[in-house]
T-cell receptor
Framework: DAGVIQSPRHEVTEMGQEVTLRCKPI?????LFWYRQTMMRGLELLIY????????DSGMPEDRFSAKMPNASFSTLKIQPSEPRDSAVYFC????????????FGSGTRLTVV | AQSVTQLDSQVPVFEEAPVELRCNYS??????LFWYVQYPNQGLQLLLK??????LVESINGFEAEFNKSQTSFHLRKPSVHISDTAEYFC????????????FGPGTSLSVIP
């Protein structure tokens, strides 16, 4: 298995532009998580899905952020419009059966908004 | 709600010396505990976990952690570190009674000095 695949690895965009981050979870995993990592705030859970259904989006910072999971093998995190304070590393992770067996993280997308 | 404290943000240690990374948690219910490691420019990887049973758990690369319920701690130890152990280490907790999101600590940066 290739693991959790995220694209792009790096994204530089101008303030106000739309940004879409993509994630392919491990086949067979039924949970998918989006995290944001910054020096100031550490790892923050933005949203998670179970069987493609959003369960908890309380960590989504504001309406500019949205996430979808149209099927078991694909998820997107969209920021529209982007702002410089959105600059961070965004991680996608997946797991089977919740947290008991641990999460598998992707390599992350480093987003820079200028 | 659960919370995690990692008392040391940075730990420098000489190669082949022992190391302990401290983790304390807060919870009113039974918990599962995890240590994750993040190497530079990579996602987090599960290092070891405590679910139940023996309070001492080990990883394949020589780390061990001991669950201490009375002290609400889950400290990570290694008797002899290598340069390759240089990374960020995250302690994490989740409720054991039902699925809930994993709460990550702020991380400890381990720097191994040659």
């Amino acid at each position: 298995d290739a693991g959790v695949i995220q694209s792009p690895r790096h994204e530089v965009t101008e303030m106000g532009q739309e940004v879409t981050l993509r994630c392919k979870p491990i086949s067979g995993h039924d949970y998918l998580f989006w995290y944001r990592q910054t020096m100031m705030r550490g790892l923050e859970l933005l949203i998670y899905f179970n069987n493609n259904v959003p369960i908890d989006d309380s960590g989504m910072p504001e309406d500019r952020f949205s996430a979808k999971m149209p099927n078991a093998s694909f998820s997107t995190l969209k920021i529209q419009p982007s702002e410089p304070r959105d600059s961070a590393v965004y991680f996608c992770a997946s797991s089977w059966g919740g947290s008991v067996y641990g999460y598998t993280f992707g390599s992350g997308t480093r987003l820079t908004v200028v | 709600a659960q919370s995690v404290t990692q008392l040391d943000s940075q730990v420098p240690v000489f190669e082949e010396a022992p190391v302990e990374l401290r983790c304390n948690y807060s919870s009113s219910v039974s918990v599962y505990l995890f240590w994750y490691v993040q190497y530079p420019n990579q996602g987090l990887q599960l290092l070891l976990k405590y679910l139940s049973g023996s309070t001492l758990v080990e990883s394949i690369n020589g780390f061990e952690a001991e669950f201490n319920k009375s002290q609400t701690s889950f400290h990570l130890r290694k008797p002899s570190v290598h340069i390759s152990d240089t990374a960020e280490y995250f302690c994490a907790v989740t409720k054991a009674t039902s699925y809930d999101k994993v709460i990550f600590g702020p991380g400890t940066s381990l720097s191994v000095i040659p």
